[in-house]
Each structure stands twice: as C-alpha cells, then as structure tokens.
C-alpha cells in the first residue's frame, strides 16, 4: 500500500508540475475569485441531486440483500465519497462496506459487491459519454485507445459478474480446487457467497435497468456541473464540450494518485479544455474552481453525516487501515 501511495503522490507532483508550468499563480488566484457566486450555488444544487440519484441507485442495489431506505443510505454514502477524498487508494469504498455492515445489520461483503455493480454501472454511463461526444469531437488516439482498453475490461467485468451470479457453484468449486488450509477455503468461500448475494441485482432485469437509467441520469448530472461552474467564470464552454472534459476528468480518476485525484485532474482537465480550443490561463482556474467546488461540497456534506451517525475521522482511519468484511463469519 505504502508503494502505491509513493506512486500516486509521485503522479500527483509531476501532473501538477505540468498543469502549472508558465502560469502566473497570481494572475491565476485573482481569475478564481471572479467566479460568479449564483453559477457556483447552482451547481452546488445540481451536484446534490446528483448524489441524491446516486443514492436511490444503491437502494435498488441493496434491495436484495435488505430494503433501506434511501434516507438512511444517504449518510453512509456521503460518509464513503468523504473517504475517497482523504484517503489513498479508494479506500472509502471498504469504509462504506463496514459502515453498512454494521448500520444495517448485513454482510460487508454483500455490502462491497453491490459498490462494486456501482462502479461497474458508472463505467458503462461513462463510457456511454464517450460514445456519444465522439460523435461531435475528435479525441486524440490515445485517449481513444483509453476508451477501448476501459470498454474491454468494462465488458469482461460483467461477463465475470453474470457467470458469479448465475453459476455460483462454478466459482465455489473453482475456489475449493486451489489447495489451500481447510479453514482459509471456507473463508474464502463464505466471502465469496456474500459478495455473490451482493451482485445479484446483474441478473434481475427490472433491477439493473433502472439502476442503468440512473446511472445516466447521474453522469449527466456531472456534465451539467460542469458545464454550470464553468460559466461561472464566464467560459464559453457549449454542453456538448463539457461531456468532451467529463471524460478526460473521469480518465484521470482512473490513475494512481494521492488521496482527492490532486494534480491528475488538473492536467487532464487543462489537456481537454485545450484541445477545445480554451488557452490554458483561462482553463486551468476553471479546472481548479471544479475540482475545488466538488472536494469541498463532498467534503461539507460527508463531515455533517460523519456528525449525523455519530462518527468521526478517526473513525474513517481506523476503519481503513483494518477493513472487516466478514469473512471469518
């Protein structure tokens, strides 16, 4: 762990060495503090439904573990996005997990494959960006090439997936073939049935087309965001440009980095918003305003569920360093 994080903050110095190169950071300060305040408190309601979507999508997830309501869900949720921002390695994933395991009274590890049929579904919504703005835009080949590579593994992830929900005694005699303790087998394999229970909403059509439709819903949500922050300084960025820059900002989460995606999201952003044609001293506080607005708004609203549910950072660290996801049930 400690050498990916090495690596992520190595990323992280050189993406920002890269994005800032022959930038004024006082020409670039004072071009922040023009943003436009009722831009910014629009964008602020935009994201909040956005996670709002994100939030009934998990409940239709979760529905075949335990029906939660999406209230209730909300602050676990926000408490695993502020996770993601402070610490390394998507940790607020695991953190999530736990914290659902022990609200909910369920298995952290069903918990963990429903996060995981999450990520997968934003992945397809993503991609589903991509398809499209390559319609209107040509992206350079190798982010065309990163497209491929990420519908490929997309694609072979759900393969995986289907086969886990469908055919859950080939995984189950799969793990048994691998010699192994007899004690670590059925660990593994109580891992295995909990995470399988987690991802069943794959096979349930009425299920995982609406948590589909929400998905799109959300990343557009994150277009709009966008697109609404960036008038906020006045930037003359059409919609349709502003899913073009949502796909290199979702390619630069993708990387190692350090913990809230610092310096990768500023160079991808920079590189998009030059390729549409925008100068980098009018893109890059624009690409700061974005990344600033989404880190603190997560960061707000997951301190104020950390408060709700009677938690703390300590907590979040604790729960980070040692993740319990019942495999020793």
Same mark, same amino acid.
């Given at each position: ?10 990323? #992280? ?5 890269? #994005? ?310």
């Amino acid at each position: 762990m400690r050498k990916r994080l090495f690596l992520g903050v190595l990323v #992280a110095a050189v993406s920002l060495y890269f #994005a800032f190169r022959g930038m004024s950071l006082r020409e670039t300060f004072f071009t922040l503090l023009t943003a436009k305040p009722q831009w910014l408190l629009l964008a602020g309601l935009i994201y909040f439904c956005g996670f709002c979507i994100r939030t009934l999508r998990w409940r239709y997830l979760l529905e075949p573990i335990k029906k939660i309501s999406a209230g209730e869900l909300f602050p676990v949720l926000m408490i695993g996005f502020l996770a993601n921002n402070i610490l390394p390695l998507r940790m607020g994933e695991f953190v999530r997990a736990d914290l659902t395991g022990r609200k909910f009274k369920i298995s952290r590890s069903a918990s963990l494959g429903t996060i995981f049929l999450e990520r997968l579904l934003d992945m397809l919504a993503f991609l589903t960006t991509f398809a499209v703005s390559a319609f209107a835009f040509a992206f350079p080949p190798k982010v065309k090439s990163a497209a491929e590579t990420l519908a490929a593994l997309c694609l072979a992830a759900a393969i995986g997936i289907v086969v886990m929900a469908i055919k859950t005694h080939w995984v189950e005699s799969l793990a048994d073939f691998f010699p192994a303790p007899a004690a670590l087998k059925e660990r593994a394999l109580h891992f295995l049935r909990n995470f399988t229970q987690g991802i069943s909403g794959m096979v349930k059509p009425n299920l995982l087309l609406s948590a589909l439709a929400l998905s799109l819903v959300a990343w557009l949500i994150e277009g709009t965001v966008l697109y609404v922050i960036a008038h906020a300084f006045a930037l003359p960025l059409a919609y349709a440009q502003a899913f073009f820059l949502l796909f290199f900002l979702g390619l630069a989460v993708t990387l190692p980095q350090a913990p809230g995606y610092v310096g990768t999201m500023e160079l991808f952003g920079v590189t998009a918003l030059h390729s549409l044609g925008f100068p980098k001293d009018t893109g890059l506080p624009v690409i700061l305003a974005i990344h600033g607005f989404e880190f603190l708004f997560v960061c707000i609203v997951g301190i104020w569920a950390l408060w709700k549910e009677g938690l703390s950072f300590q907590t979040l660290f604790r729960q980070s360093q040692n993740p319990k996801l019942d495999i020793n049930q």
